[in-house]
């Protein structure tokens, strides 16, 4: 690769948001809300604005969990297309999404102009094409869908409007539009407390208990009673099951190349294949920076990282002719559901415990839909799309997808027997880490820069799954579910909630 590009987003280099303290006594609220991203701070926003009292728990930083990580496209042109959406949600279905979809990006340029935020909100058009060569009939179904559905504007044309690249025919989608998401975070927490809400970080949920009133225990020994709880952790973190087998966890990369200022288009572009490829503009001083995303594949099951960067950036070189050096890499996680729409709503089986999961790549509006539809469902008010996006929902037309996703999880627990990545320790490099073999058992086993050793269980504490190395991030993945641990074993993705436990 041409230029290092540092292991991190371009977001965390422009907008640090300072850290709330911990929650330290008990108290009660209306509204707990427990996760800081997109999703979380959106509903405590409109719940705040109602009047309600909101309570927001993260056990890290505001937006530093996978809403850091995100290319921040503010799209109603979906990544499972509008034609597979009918086939697994009927008409109306695809036409629900549409509009939730179309209502979130008016929603985030309302709060943008109301709360007066600086975060580069920007209207632009976007671009859906096919590889070279290959059938444009994804691009008639995909155009005849969107009319259907009631985005009657979007239009074919010859080409994207690049100069670099010939894309070929493909579809304009008017009126998407791109945004700094850290710089809107930063300025929706300050507003949440503002309208009386509060915020605290360093706060670790460790229990959910759903009743009159609900409670959410915490490892600061402090409880929040609330008449509502909404779990806003990218994935649920209160249950062991119900969600997770309808969706699996992905791993996404992305690089930010440097481009002169106006040598590339400002529009967001994708393609089709699958994993498909995301492409906008970012603006970084005089300059701008060309995000590019792909190469995606199921949490804990590839080895490749530094392959899969390599290849995203031959595949943006040979499209972006003019583009320097990479500035900036990371990799974010995305949870698709086996139906292509995210569950917002009640948890399977509680009546006052909420949930927002599923992101399906489309992180930014379907978190900004769960702020809308939540707050309905919170304040008693009827919301078409409920169905739609309904935690409880079985969708036949989706049982293969469900297969194939949990025969992959149920393939996993072979990796009991497997061999270990290392003979023993001594194989084990400084700042890397490597499962090693102890008897029958399997110890996950991380060489710090000073060249300490840190062992732990390499078992998940959510279904039992044997993690991974990640070296890209230095995590511990789960292959099963997405669940995630820092180097020395600490939970910071679910469903697992509590770290992983020691070598023995």
Not at 102 to 110: F, P
Not at 238 to 253: C, F, G, L, M, S
Request: glycine share 10%; with cysteine; hydrophobic share 40%.
């Amino acid at each position: 690769m041409r230029g290092s590009g540092a292991t991190r987003s371009i977001w965390m280099t422009a907008a640090a948001i300072p850290s709330r303290p911990a929650l330290a006594k008990d108290i009660t609220t209306d509204v707990c809300v427990v996760g800081a991203g997109i999703a979380g701070l959106t509903t405590a926003y409109l719940l705040a604005e109602e009047g309600r009292s909101v309570v927001v728990l993260d056990d890290g930083a505001i937006a530093g969990g996978e809403t850091s990580r995100t290319t921040a496209h503010l799209a109603n042109a979906l990544d499972d297309r509008y034609f597979e959406l009918e086939r697994l949600h009927g008409e109306k279905g695809a036409r629900l999404a549409a509009e939730s979809h179309s209502a979130a990006i008016d929603r985030i340029e309302a709060i943008v102009a109301r709360e007066k935020i600086d975060c580069e909100f920007e209207r632009l058009d976007g671009y859906l094409f096919v590889p070279s060569g290959e059938s444009l009939d994804v691009l008639d179904k995909e155009l005849a869908a969107t009319h259907r559905v009631g985005l009657s504007d979007v239009e074919r044309v010859a080409r994207a409007p690049l100069e670099s690249f010939d894309t070929g025919p493909c579809l304009r989608f008017p009126r998407q539009a791109q945004f700094h998401p850290l710089k809107y975070l930063k300025a929706l927490a300050g507003a949440i407390e503002a309208k009386g809400g509060t915020i605290f970080n360093k706060t670790h949920a460790n229990g959910f208990k759903d009743g009159t009133p609900c409670q959410v225990m915490t490892e600061n020994f402090a409880a929040v009673s609330a008449s509502k709880i909404v779990v806003a952790t990218n994935t649920p973190v209160n249950d062991w099951v119900a969600i997770h087998t309808k969706q699996a966890a992905y791993r996404t990369y992305v690089i930010g190349l440097r481009v002169l200022k106006g040598s590339v288009t400002r529009a967001l572009y994708w393609d089709t294949p699958d994993p498909y490829h995301y492409v906008r503009l970012q603006s970084a001083g005089e300059n701008e920076v060309l995000i590019v995303g792909g190469e995606d594949h199921k949490t804990g099951q590839a080895e490749d990282d530094a392959d899969r960067f390599g290849q995203l950036e031959t595949w943006a070189r040979e499209r972006f002719t003019t583009a320097g050096d990479v500035a900036f890499r990371w990799s974010g996680q995305v949870m698709e559901p086996v139906d292509g729409l995210a569950f917002i709503g009640r948890n399977p089986g509680d009546k006052n415990i909420f949930v927002v999961t599923g992101d399906s790549g489309n992180g930014m509006t379907h978190g900004t839909i769960a702020g809308i539809l939540l707050s309905d469902l919170i304040g008693g008010r009827s919301n078409e799309w409920e169905s739609l996006y309904d935690p409880s929902r079985v969708s036949l037309k989706a049982a293969s997808e469900f297969a194939k996703e949990n025969l992959n999880v149920v393939a996993q627990y072979g990796d009991y027997a497997t061999a270990a990545d290392v003979e023993g320790v001594r194989a084990i490099a400084p700042g890397t880490g490597a499962l090693i073999r102890d008897g029958l058992k399997k110890v996950a086993v991380f060489r710090d820069t000073n060249g300490t050793l840190h062992k732990c269980s390499a078992v998940c504490p959510h279904l039992g799954c044997v993690v991974g190395w990640n070296a890209t991030e230095n995590t511990w993945d789960c292959p099963c579910h997405g669940s995630r641990f820092d180097a020395h074993g600490k939970v910071i993705n679910g469903p697992a909630n509590t770290d992983l436990g020691p070598p023995d």
